[in-house]
């Protein structure tokens, strides 16, 4: 682990205007994802912002019906929360499945969002990656890609976003808010703040330098049945080959977002309208443009057979 310094903010606003002076600064709250990719040498921050102590931990309810969740509220906190099992229970079960206790313990919503691929090819440095070098090359193309992206990638890689937390807020079409070192503010759907690989995809989200995020914001319940379906090679501390988050209605019509295939959370809104014909025609039209390799081409038929089986539970 390469040297480094360290600073407490006691404001976002601070916090986001100390990471714009310091090149190559970075937040750090629980650290889970962060902490191990500098004692890899993938990560090698100059400068370290604690921002444990911003008072961004809490849980409040919004005038237009919905929550606000801090940024800092653990994920333990934020799946045992009475409120978020009532009303956004997808949210509880995709936290859950992710990880291990100890670490939701730490993990925040905030660095959940900002976590990084799990792929080989990216925590091998003896390998090319051009999310952590850019311009070397993607080992995982025509390397081995069983766990990476069928859908959404690029020449330039075929990596995974690998959360679960934020697929589930993909389907409540939650909304990030963030403070830019200007103090300035700005709030973010969460259909737009991962991106796709494109020919950069060392940049993963729309943030910029230094913007803090400070909260992810819920509308009003969307009512329904809640479901997440994470199919893993082992059945704990493992990343979804597939996941799925659904809101189902009694009517056939609901919501849908995929897991483990893409670079971001992968919601196609115009499948949704076919959910009632069963999960078939939503998955041929929500993977349309998707490009397997000949080792991951069965995520497509999972994610099927998943969408599937949370359908019939819902009609049951």
Not at 90 to 103: D, E, K, P, W, Y
Not at 234 to 256: E, I, K, N
Request: charged share 20%.
């Amino acid at each position: 682990m390469k040297g480094f310094t360290y600073a407490r903010a006691t404001t976002p606003a601070e916090a986001a205007a100390m990471a714009a002076r310091v090149q190559g600064a970075r937040f750090i709250a629980g650290g889970t994802n962060l902490l191990d990719l500098m004692k890899l040498g993938i990560e090698t921050p100059a400068h370290l912002i604690d921002i444990n102590r911003l008072g961004l931990d809490r849980i409040e309810e919004t005038q237009a019906g919905g929550l606000r969740i801090g940024a800092m509220v653990r994920n333990t906190a934020l799946a045992a929360d009475m409120r978020v099992r009532r009303d956004y229970a997808v949210l509880t079960r995709a936290v859950v499945a992710g990880a291990s206790g100890q670490l939701r313990n730490k993990a925040t919503t905030g660095g959940n969002l900002l976590q990084r691929t799990r792929c080989p090819y990216f925590y091998d440095p003896n390998l090319p990656c051009n999310k952590r070098k850019p311009g070397s090359g993607c080992g995982a193309i025509g390397g081995v890609s069983r766990q990476l992206g069928v859908v959404g990638t690029s020449d330039a890689c075929i990596a995974t976003y690998p959360g679960d937390m934020a697929v589930a807020l993909r389907v409540l079409d939650a909304v990030i808010e963030t403070v830019k070192p200007d103090g300035g503010v700005r709030a973010i759907p969460i259909a737009d703040f991962h991106r796709l690989w494109g020919d950069t995809p060392h940049v993963e989200t729309v943030l910029q330098p230094g913007e803090l995020i400070t909260a992810v914001v819920l509308p009003r319940p969307p009512g329904g049945r809640h479901f997440y379906h994470k199919v893993r090679d082992r059945r704990s501390y493992a990343f979804a080959l597939v996941s799925v988050a659904a809101v189902l209605h009694a009517d056939g019509t609901g919501r849908v977002a995929f897991g483990g295939v893409a670079p971001k959370p992968w919601r196609v809104e115009d499948a949704e309208a076919l959910l009632p014909g069963g999960a078939r025609a939503v998955v041929a039209r929500a993977f349309a443009s998707a490009r397997p390799t000949d080792d991951n081409r069965f995520k497509i038929a999972l994610a099927e057979r998943a969408l599937a089986g949370l359908i019939a539970e819902a009609r049951s």
